[in-house]
């Protein structure tokens, strides 16, 4: 029961600091200040206090980059970019379902999220020049390559579109791998937001780790942070065989 009460505080603060951030994004837009700015400033404030309300604790191996960057990381659920935003600054790519999730979808068009509806071959290309341009003007993107959540322990195929724009616009790659200490964190398969948001956060603590990889350069990155990101997860789990591709 106690777990359960912790999940609906947490649930509760979730979205009452979402809406005070929203807020101050719709303020700072109206002084004039630009939308990037902005979205960077209230994004801070934003991870300064959620992770920590939500019992967040990730160890972070290496470090991210300070240049304009393509990050790609595994992907296991939506607080993957929390994780990786606590440490560096950069717009997410995410599915356009998320859009259309209360509060969520919203704050995340605001502070300059990238949608992209992965069935659709005309959305996915628009995505990938939406990418290269933002890379160009020094903005830096994040990337979920697999293109849909797993459970792991190893990585599906890398979708090469995001990195081709990475090489193009003249910018590294830098490869993360991302693991939790707990199953519970997976949001795969049929899972919907709210159920796996209480059942997740009933935890005291979401503890796992984080590593920053090495900036990759060329034509040949996405098979490059596959591997790196692969070798990395194992590296964790050695007892554990690396289903890749599964």
Not at 57 to 62: A, L, Q, R, T, W
Not at 153 to 171: C, D, I, M, N, Y
Request: charged share 15%; glycine share 6%.
């Amino acid at each position: 029961m106690q777990g359960w009460l912790l999940a609906i505080w947490r649930f509760f603060y979730f979205v009452y600091y979402t809406l005070v951030s929203i807020v101050a994004l719709m303020f700072h837009f109206l002084s004039g200040m630009n939308k990037q700015q902005a979205g960077i400033k209230v994004r801070r404030k934003w991870l300064n206090r959620i992770p920590g309300a939500l019992g967040i604790e990730i160890v972070k191996e290496g470090e991210p980059s300070h240049q304009p960057t393509l990050y790609v990381s595994n992907h296991i659920s939506y607080v993957d970019p929390i994780c990786v935003l606590m440490h560096t600054d950069a717009n997410v790519v995410a599915k356009a379902e998320v859009k259309r999730w209360p509060l969520v979808g919203f704050g995340a068009h605001l502070v300059g999220t990238l949608f992209v509806k992965r069935e659709e071959k005309t959305s996915r290309h628009e995505t990938a020049l939406a990418i290269r341009a933002a890379l160009e003007n020094k903005v830096s993107i994040l990337v979920f390559p697999e293109g849909t959540t797993t459970a792991g322990p190893g990585t599906l195929p890398f979708k090469p579109r995001s990195f081709l724009a990475a090489h193009l616009a003249g910018v590294p790659v830098q490869p993360i791998a991302i693991l939790y200490d707990s199953p519970l964190v997976a949001f795969i398969g049929k899972d919907t937001f709210l159920p796996h948001f209480f059942r997740m956060f009933r935890m005291k603590r979401l503890t796992g780790r984080i590593a920053f990889g090495p900036l990759l350069y060329g034509e040949d990155t996405a098979a490059q942070s596959e591997e790196w990101i692969n070798q990395k997860l194992v590296s964790y789990h050695p007892s554990i065989p690396l289903n890749v591709h599964q």
